[in-house]
């Protein structure tokens, strides 16, 4: 590993990781909670490039000592063999240098993070509304096949079917960091069910993805919250329309306002709404970050800009577009039915590329 950028950020790495170590048994530390928790995140952070460097470190070794019996060895055979490993070490070599610097990246902070996926119907009309719907189905079906939880926050149906608004809270390992990809606007070209004309329309549908705040993360004062409760409307029997079980959150300092009717239980809608009023106080904060980082950056795949068009759905051409990267593919009804892996995938692909050009490593 020639790149000595390289060599002193593991070096920096390394002696934070053994600082964390001592840190992380210190009674002071884990008296308090909040500091403990980051810490001990940080640390399971760090642990994979440490990993990668012991491996490479091994295999440097190995390298070394395959050189020295090609030098050394005069059996023909055993000089063949030799060859034979040191051209693997060397891929190997290459594989795991390519690791490293991936995990050397800058991480966003948040990745780890559950999150709340909100999706709304934008222009469009009845046929806005329905291709909300559609969202709403391909992402349900994607996060099953992650087996990610997913609760369903509040919605409002519109008149045609779909939504005009869907929020949802997907729970499971790194989701945050995969979905955070899909944030912005999608289009959709296709004949409405309500077009009897049989034309093309063009309508929307904007996806914001938050991360989930924890307790740890912001603190909220129960005389900054005015809570209201109200009967729920939409399916779940009679009980639904004549409990006062849903629950209005208003923090009063900025203004924010959730709700939550989805469960017959006021405290757990309670519960649900605080922690999407949490989310999103965060969240103010949050995209500082992201505006911060995106000045620094000549594009940004994932920059949590929701207004900016990122993916078009063309149906009579079977057609797929994210327009971050370019990427066209003609698999439609299997995107539309929750088959996003690999688009994510493309996508964190070009960041991480863009990154490490960024980054000179």
């Not at 000592?65 to 060895?73: P, Q």
Request: proline residues 2%; contains cysteine; negative net charge.
């Amino acid at each position: 590993m020639a790149n000595s950028l390289i060599i002193d950020k593991i070096e920096e790495v390394k002696q934070r990781f053994k600082d964390i170590e001592s840190l992380i048994s210190s009674p002071d530390i884990i008296a308090n909670q909040k500091r403990y928790v980051k810490l001990n995140k940080e640390y399971k952070d760090l642990s994979p490039l440490i990993i990668a460097f012991d491996k490479y470190t091994d295999v440097v070794s190995n390298i070394t000592t395959s050189k020295e019996m090609l030098v050394e060895e005069k059996d023909d055979e055993m000089r063949e063999m030799a060859k034979e490993e040191l051209d693997d070490l060397e891929k190997e070599e290459k594989s795991i240098e390519d690791e490293i610097k991936l995990l050397l990246l800058p991480k966003d902070p948040e990745d780890d993070k559950n999150a709340i996926l909100e999706i709304r119907a934008g222009t469009g009309g009845d046929e806005a509304g329905i291709f909300a719907g559609d969202l709403y189905r391909m992402y349900v079906k994607y996060c099953e096949s992650m087996k990610w939880k997913i609760e369903l926050s509040r919605f409002t149906e519109s008149s045609s079917g779909g939504y005009k608004e869907i929020v949802l809270n997907v729970s499971g390992n790194g989701v945050y960091g995969i979905l955070k990809y899909e944030s912005g606007v999608h289009r959709v070209q296709r004949v409405p069910k309500t077009e009897t004309q049989g034309r093309v329309h063009t309508s929307a549908a904007s996806v914001a993805v938050l991360p989930e705040a924890e307790e740890v993360d912001i603190e909220i004062k129960a005389d900054e919250v005015r809570k209201d409760t109200f009967c729920a409307s939409g399916p779940g029997g009679q009980s639904v329309n004549t409990t006062y079980s849903a629950i209005r959150l208003t923090h009063i300092p900025t203004g924010l306002v959730v709700q939550c009717q989805d469960e017959k239980s006021q405290l757990k809608n309670y519960k649900s709404a605080m922690k999407e009023l949490r989310s999103r106080l965060y969240n103010l904060e949050y995209q500082k970050y992201l505006d911060e980082i995106s000045q620094k950056r000549k594009t940004m795949v994932s920059s949590g800009d929701r207004s900016a068009k990122i993916r078009t759905y063309n149906y009579p051409q079977g057609r797929v577009t994210d327009h971050r990267i370019n990427l066209t593919m003609y698999n439609l009804g299997n995107i539309i039915d929750g088959d996003i892996g690999e688009i994510i995938e493309k996508l964190q692909i070009a960041e991480n590329m863009e990154k490490l050009k960024l980054s000179g490593l």
